[in-house]
């Protein structure tokens, strides 16, 4: 028999009833939620069932209690993620743990907020309210198309892991990502600010060629029926960009050659680790698929891009460059913390907020997760489960801190290696 409790102001209290009952039961209620990741929020009024039965915590969420889901959400297993495509200029973002206006995550059909908000301190522990942002990077293949902003953050932390580099992007399989500045150009400089004042002065002048160039495009984009925010085919682009005046292109080129001068290149294949500091410049390359762990901020500062930006009216070049960090980083160096037969586990990259750490298992192989709170995973190589899972590319999992101890196994023919996230006071 289901026990109606109305309207709770506490939903964390009604979970933690349920964890501590020594029978079965099943309770509905409903509380608001504030969605703190739209712009202008509005509360909403979910109902909420929850069932405890032999040892197994099960919620559905609705707006509307006629639709309520008909399949429960088990928060004692890990958490299947269902990705959220976001398309960009240079390709698109597939979010895994997205939690904002334009696009939100989701387990089992019910948004990942509104789970979390049944019991924040239990799911993901205490004082957090979102996950590690888990994403995929998948630019197109074409040059200047699907290189990414180049942009630096002050607060937000990134790590990326290179899963693809189309072969008809980089035939050599070794794809790249602009990555802080060209030493030779910064020691060709009496003093830093004289660097600094140069490379803005090229972004400048791009900037100024740039805006020529997509005032025509716009103009282009509205007569075949294309809004001026609105990503458009690199084919196409390049169609349109072909007809401008010759001379117009080839200034762009050269100017675009000049700013770039003053940044660094970096050779990527796959496997290669990124770890993006805060103040870097980074511009990931068209062609190369990565696999993204960053913190869950959301500011950025754009230096330049080789098109039109459609997320915003304006470049921050002036405020990046002045901000930026000028020294050269350094590839991290992976730390191992685990062997056993058929195993080896390698923390990849270690920030304040969160670390990362590579599972690699040979078939038939498996591993014990020690976890204090939550944690994300998603495959990169061949498949694993966890739970009865499968845990394929690109396959990723939410385990919440009610289900935190798990097994990692291999029952493939070929190894297996997954990628762990994990917040820093979450590593035991």
Not at 154 to 169: L, N, R, S
Not at 200 to 223: F, G, H, P, Q
Not at 317 to 336: C, F, K, M, W
Not at 357 to 376: D, E, F, G, K, M
């Amino acid at each position: 028999m289901t026990q109606n409790l109305g309207t709770v102001t506490d939903p964390a209290k009604v979970i933690d009833d349920l964890l501590a009952s020594a029978t079965d039961a099943q309770v509905s209620f409903n509380f608001s939620f504030l969605p703190y990741y739209d712009p202008a929020p509005q509360p909403l009024q979910l109902f909420c069932h929850c069932q405890w039965q032999g040892g197994r915590l099960s919620c559905r969420i609705a707006t509307d209690p006629a639709q309520m889901p008909a399949d429960g959400i088990d928060l004692m297993t890990p958490l299947c993620l269902e990705p959220v495509t976001v398309a960009k200029p240079w390709g698109a973002e597939i979010w895994h743990t997205g939690i904002e206006a334009r696009g939100v995550c989701a387990i089992q059909g019910t948004p990942l907020p509104w789970l979390i908000a049944l019991h924040p301190t239990r799911l993901l522990g205490a004082g957090q309210r979102d996950p590690v942002l888990l994403k995929i990077l998948a630019p197109f293949k074409e040059e200047i198309y699907g290189d990414l902003y180049l942009e630096l953050h002050e607060q937000k932390i990134e790590v990326y892991v290179v899963t693809q580099v189309d072969p008809g992007a980089w035939p050599d399989g070794r794809g790249q990502i602009r990555y802080g500045f060209c030493p030779k150009r910064l020691q060709s400089f009496a003093t830093e600010a004289a660097f600094r004042q140069a490379y803005l002065a090229a972004v400048n002048d791009y900037r100024a060629i740039r805006s020529t160039i997509d005032a025509e495009l716009d103009n282009v984009r509205l007569t075949n029926g294309y809004a001026l925010d609105a990503p458009v085919a690199p084919a196409l682009l390049e169609a349109w960009r072909a007809e401008l005046d010759a001379d117009l292109n080839h200034e762009e080129q050269r100017c675009r050659g000049l700013m770039n001068s003053f940044t660094r290149l970096q050779e990527l294949a796959v496997g290669s680790v990124i770890q993006v500091q805060p103040l870097t410049p980074h511009s990931l390359q068209h062609g190369v698929r990565v696999i993204e762990f960053q913190s869950p901020h959301y500011e950025r500062f754009i230096l330049s891009f080789g098109q039109k930006v459609l997320t915003q009216p304006h470049w921050d070049s002036e405020v990046a460059i002045q901000r930026a960090s000028l020294a050269t980083p350094g590839a991290p160096e992976p730390l191992a913390i685990h062997r056993s037969p058929g195993c080896s586990v390698d923390q990849i990259v270690c920030f304040p907020e969160f670390e990362v750490h590579n599972i690699r298992l040979a078939s038939a192989a498996s591993y014990r997760l020690a976890l204090a709170n939550y944690a994300v995973l998603i495959g990169v190589e061949g498949t694993a489960s966890i739970a009865g899972q499968a845990l394929g590319n690109e396959q990723s999992v939410l385990i919440s801190g009610l289900a935190r101890e798990q097994v990692l196994t291999n029952n493939g023919p070929t190894s297996a290696v997954v990628l762990l996230a994990i917040p820093r006071e979450a590593v035991v």
